[in-house]
């Protein structure tokens, strides 16, 4: 796995700047266009903002179906329409931390969302779907298109 063998970085977007961490507050919308989604929206306070390989984001896919509407997609950080900026910071300067803007970005689905009507809460334990260093990596290692050392 990249992640874990250190060859690639990466972060879990979900904080939005009108929302903070109230998830139900999130307005980033993701939108089927063919077999592509198209992400438009913002996240801040992400870690690793300028490091990052790829994301995992947070995205309203389905405003009708309430909770159940959202979906985690594998964002690599190289895609057309990605852009950050840096936040200055205080305190902890060991890691950056940063401001996301996704516009009209085209990503495929990648397996990390979950099926249609499915509330991200379904599974016993509680938590997300697809959450967890394991479980992420996983995904990206299978569908991100993202650079790797050999390739950068």
């Given at each position: 796995m990249p992640a874990i063998r250190g060859e690639m970085v990466s972060a879990i977007a979900v904080t939005e700047p009108d929302a903070g961490s109230d998830v139900a507050g999130i307005r980033t919308r993701a939108v089927r266009d063919g077999d592509d989604w198209v992400i438009n929206g913002s996240k801040i306070y992400i870690t690793n903002a300028a490091t990052a390989d790829w994301l995992c984001l947070l995205a309203v896919t389905d405003p009708e179906a309430g909770h159940a509407g959202f979906s985690q997609i594998i964002v690599p950080t190289n895609t057309a329409g990605v852009s950050y900026d840096l936040l200055d910071k205080i305190g902890y300067w060991g890691s950056d931390t940063g401001l996301f803007f996704f516009e009209d970005v085209s990503s495929k689905p990648n397996g990390s969302s979950p099926p249609s009507g499915s509330s991200p809460?379904?599974?016993?334990?509680?938590?997300?779907?697809?959450?967890?260093?394991?479980?992420?990596?996983?995904?990206?290692?299978?569908?991100?298109?993202?650079?790797?050392?050999?390739?950068?």
């Open positions: 809460t379904a599974r016993s334990s509680g938590r997300p779907h697809a959450t967890g260093p394991g479980t992420a990596s996983s995904l990206a290692r299978r569908s991100c298109p993202c650079r790797t050392p050999s390739s950068s």
